[in-house]
T-cell receptor
Framework: GIQVEQSPPDLILQEGANSTLRCNFSDSVNNLQWFHQNPWGQLINLFYIPSGTKQNGRLSATTVATERYSLLYISSSQTTDSGVYFCAVPSTGFQKLVFGTGTRLLVSP | DADVTQTPRNRITKTGKRIMLECSQTKGHDRMYWYRQDPGLGLRLIYYSFDVKDINKGEISDGYSVSRQAQAKFSLSLESAIPNQTALYFC????????????FGPGTRLTVT
């Protein structure tokens, strides 16, 4: 099945810093989502981005499907950005999402 | 109000007990899913339902059963809970015309002692 790798696995930032998170996938996909899992365990939808670039406030995402990667940009990070960031792509075998390995982000004041 | 809700949010139960986790949604989506999350294993699909009369097993359905009582409600049951079912359980929904744009509930943290 499709493999989804994320980098870096861990990231520590000072408040106000910018960061780029990467998601690589092993097969071509026509859908991709980014999620933020907050410290309470909730999975928050960030972007549904099969291709191109989207922006939402301090966050933006770019997917280059032909090169099998997606990037999530966080600008002017805040402590509330802490948590784990996942990308997820379809697995046609079970009609489910395959989640990446995650990037654990800690933003310190 | 949240679009996808789960009850209970936290539950501690004993081995051998029957337990039901409930999910409701107001998004009007046809498709609903149950996943579990374990540390280091990511999210795994337990069951999914395309509509009230269409329920399918996922990759780890053993020990679980589901009921789709209405388009908006999808329940997960553990018939006889065991400790390795301790996990974070998520319900998710998606629209028929965008099945891989999934929206997740807040999760239920289940501990089986």
């Amino acid at each position: 099945g499709i493999q989804v790798e994320q980098s870096p696995p861990d990231l520590i930032l000072q408040e106000g810093a910018n960061s780029t998170l990467r998601c690589n996938f092993s097969d071509s996909v026509n859908n991709l989502q980014w999620f933020h899992q907050n410290p309470w365990g909730q999975l928050i939808n960030l972007f549904y981005i099969p291709s191109g670039t989207k922006q939402n406030g301090r966050l933006s995402a770019t997917t280059v499907a032909t090169e099998r990667y997606s990037l999530l940009y966080i600008s002017s990070s805040q402590t509330t950005d802490s948590g784990v960031y996942f990308c997820a792509v379809p697995s046609t075998g079970f009609q489910k999402l395959v989640f990446g390995t995650g990037t654990r982000l800690l933003v310190s004041p | 109000d949240a679009d996808v809700t789960q009850t209970p949010r936290n539950r501690i139960t004993k081995t051998g007990k029957r337990i039901m986790l409930e999910c409701s949604q107001t998004k009007g989506h046809d498709r609903m899913y149950w996943y579990r999350q374990d540390p280091g294993l990511g999210l795994r699909l337990i069951y999914y339902s395309f509509d009230v009369k269409d329920i399918n097993k996922g990759e780890i359905s053993d020990g679980y059963s589901v009921s789709r009582q209405a388009q908006a409600k999808f329940s997960l049951s553990l018939e006889s809970a065991i400790p390795n079912q301790t996990a974070l359980y998520f319900c998710a929904t998606s629209a028929r015309d965008s099945p891989y744009e999934q929206y997740f509930g807040p999760g239920t943290r289940l501990t089986v002692t």
